[in-house]
T-cell receptor, first 112, second 114 residues
């Protein structure tokens, strides 16, 4: 089955700096890669996703890049703000109807 | 917080006891999921159901059971066979989309052993 590894497990950045979280996956047939954000005491929420036919996707201050050859994808947060403090999870799946496999999560702390 | 309701928010289990976690959705979604969240281990899939009256084991199904008699409901029973049940349990449903598992999560149930 699919295995997703996520690094780092914790990340502390100064407000205004950038944050990068990296994930690797094992199943070369995976073609859908979402990112979820879980604020303290709240439910995980989808913040951005990318499919294997796209190399990069941006949404305001967040972006995701995908390298299919190396089987890794990354989340980039620019101009970090205190409200970006949360746990971020990457995930992978083959296609609609297939289950998601999550990474272990990254706790991001943005220091004012 | 509409959409998916999990109850109770906190649950305590005694040794040898079965407990059931409730998950109800009013989103008319076909697929529903149960995940277990432990610190530093991400979200691990327990069971999932693509349609009413059908469900499949996930990666850590041992010690758990589910039913899907109604589209709206997907309860999870943590049996006495689950020796380490203390965790945060999240229920989710799948948002219909073209290609990709977009999940909408409930607020979770924290289960602890007395």
């Amino acid at each position: 089955g699919e295995n997703v590894e996520q690094h780092p497990s914790t990340l502390s950045v100064q407000e205004g700096d950038s944050a990068v979280i990296k994930c690797t996956y094992s199943d070369s047939a995976s073609n859908y890669f979402p990112w979820y954000k879980q604020e303290l005491g709240k439910r995980p929420q989808l913040i951005i996703d990318i499919r294997s036919n796209v190399g990069e996707k941006k949404d305001q201050r967040i972006a995701v890049t995908l390298n299919k050859t190396a089987k890794h994808f990354s989340l980039h947060i620019t101009e970090t703000q205190p409200e970006d403090s949360a746990v971020y999870f990457c995930a992978a799946s083959r296609a609609a109807g297939n289950k998601l496999t999550f990474g272990g999560g990254t706790r991001v702390l943005v220091k004012p | 917080d509409g959409g998916i309701t999990q109850s109770p928010k906190y649950l305590f289990r005694k040794e040898g006891q079965n407990v059931t976690l409730s998950c109800e959705q009013n989103l008319n979604h076909d697929a529903m999921y149960w995940y277990r969240q432990d610190p530093g281990q991400g979200l691990r899939l327990i069971y999932y159901s693509q349609i009413v009256n059908d469900f499949q084991k996930g990666d850590i199904a041992e010690g758990y059971s589910v039913s899907r008699e109604k589209k709206e409901s997907f309860p999870l029973t943590v049996t006495s066979a689950q020796k380490n049940p203390t965790a945060f349990y999240l229920c989710a449903s799948r948002i219909p989309s073209r290609g990709g598992e977009k999940l909408f999560f409930g607020s979770g149930t924290q289960l602890s052993v007395l």
